[in-house]
């Protein structure tokens, strides 16, 4: 007789968990475009080929990009060399001729930098395999600044069209765009751009997914200098206006980002270049790792719909297994969904509850309140209960009761009583389990 092993359970392996919650944003990020704004700091920074690398990982996650490259500490060495220095009037930069000469030969040279580590195949490299066609052109008309409060801004221009179908045209043949700061007139002029702004106008354009502005430093942060992960559009303004020593550097991103969020971006990223793997961390996992900039909150709670029974089931599936509550089918859920209140986040249900009104007691029971491990110590479950304690008001109900098993201080400390079973709607009590003798508590509204 053949001896039968046990199989013997590995331990979680955090390289594994993390590649699996991963999934879902590799699947929604597939096919979408991405416009990547970066500085020439970038460029120069010696860790610049593992942000190239990331870069190109996105592209063979199916990724359409369009690059766009700033140079200004290239120009100013070269305007160092000649013994001149860019000069800025009103947070504009002045570009006369001799600036202008050395605004092209950095943006070429940047170029030709940036194209060379796309190209680049060894076999001991991360790049080992990679085939990826690069493509640049005229892309960008622009008008020149002109004189504004008697300052003529001489070769220092401004958008006037993207030609978003020429670049989706190279989007669609699995082309990665690289695009330079500068811009060129009917006339033959060259203009010298600024990078989040020309950013902002091709993401806008090209109606982009995404619009990702890697900055200096730690990126958007509060007074107190704590990263800020999600702000809306028009708290954003009130930021620009409120705190007058913001750096140039992030009110020139901030500007570009709340102007393309407010012509149709949804999605508008600000990260700090210094953390490695910024790309990755902020597209892979949930919370992300730099600045969400949206017009309207991307986290919203609402009442559920039938595409929502899949990720309610996922939420209810681990304390279902638990004894926590009570198990539904999927049948059942797909005839309640109606009952169902989510917290939606980014396009995921992270949270979920359910109201079933008895009109005859004016009572109301609150049921399958489950938010998701990640999200637990954010107080979404208070969100979620007094979003339903307004619905029954709305209803007229004048209390809330819960069943629990292990949940009782969690409701106690939130107002809820204990309450006799007897006191029950006599429709809940006929269903009551005693074998799983759970306790009621009731809040008055």
């Known amino acids: 007789m053949r001896k039968i092993v046990p199989i013997k359970k590995s331990k ?48 063979g996650l199916g990724i359409k990009l369009v690059l766009i490259h700033g140079a ?144 200096e430093g730690k990126g958007l942060v509060d007074s107190r200098n704590r990263l800020i992960t999600h702000i809306i559009a028009r708290e954003a303004e009130a930021m620009l206006v409120r705190r007058k020593n913001l750096p140039e550097d992030v009110v020139q991103h901030l500007s570009a980002a709340i102007n393309a969020c407010r012509r149709g971006v949804k999605r508008i990223h600000l990260l700090g270049r210094d953390l490695d793997g910024i790309l990755l961390r902020e597209l892979f996992t949930r919370d992300g790792a730099g600045s969400l900039i949206t017009a309207e909150p991307y986290e919203d709670v609402r009442t559920a719909c039938i595409d929502d029974v899949g990720g309610i089931l996922e939420l209810l599936a681990p304390l279902e297994d638990e004894g926590k509550l009570v198990r539904r089918s999927r049948d059942l859920l797909e005839t309640e969904i109606d009952r169902f209140t989510v917290i939606e986040r980014d396009g995921m249900v992270i949270a979920c509850t359910a109201l079933y009104p008895y009109e005859k007691e004016s009572l109301a029971e609150l049921a399958c309140l489950a938010v998701h491990p990640d999200f637990q110590n954010s107080k979404r479950g208070e969100s979620l209960l007094q979003h339903m304690e307004s619905k029954g008001r709305s209803l007229g109900v004048e209390g809330l009761f819960v069943l629990t098993t292990q949940a009782t201080h969690w409701f106690r400390e939130r107002g809820f009583e204990e309450l006799s079973l007897q006191k029950l709607p006599m429709k809940k009590r006929q269903l009551y389990n005693y074998r799983r003798n759970a306790k009621v508590f009731v809040k008055k509204l």
């Not at 940036?114 to 052109?137: D, Q």
């Not at 008008?143 to 020429?166: C, F, N, S, W």
């Not at 043949?173 to 091709?202: C, H, K, R, W």
Request: hydrophobic letters at 45%; charged letters at 15%; glycine letters at 10%.
């Open 12 to 59: 979680p392996d955090a390289f594994v968990d993390w590649f699996r919650s991963s999934s879902p944003y590799i699947h929604a990020h597939r096919g979408g475009t991405f416009v990547i704004v970066f500085g020439g700091e970038a460029v120069a920074d010696d860790s610049f080929s593992n942000l190239i690398h990331d870069i190109a990982l996105l592209h």
């Open 72 to 215: 200004r500490p290239q120009i100013e060495q070269r305007l160092n060399a000649q013994n001149a220095q860019m000069q800025y009037i009103n947070g504009l930069r002045v570009t006369d001729n001799a600036a202008l000469a050395c605004v092209k030969e950095a943006a070429g040279t940047v170029r030709v930098e940036i194209e060379a580590l796309l190209s680049m195949g060894l076999a001991t490299s991360p790049m080992a395999g990679v085939r990826i066609r690069v493509a640049s052109g005229n892309f960008v008309t622009a008008r020149p600044l002109g004189v504004r409060d008697g300052v003529d801004y001489g070769h220092t221009g401004e958008v006037r069209r993207i030609d978003a179908a020429a670049i989706g045209q190279q989007l669609d043949t699995q082309t990665m765009v690289l695009i330079p700061p500068l811009g060129y007139s009917p006339t033959g002029e060259i203009f010298n751009l600024g990078a989040a702004d020309l950013g902002a106008a091709v993401a806008t354009a090209l109606g982009a997914d995404k619009l990702i502005m890697l900055m």
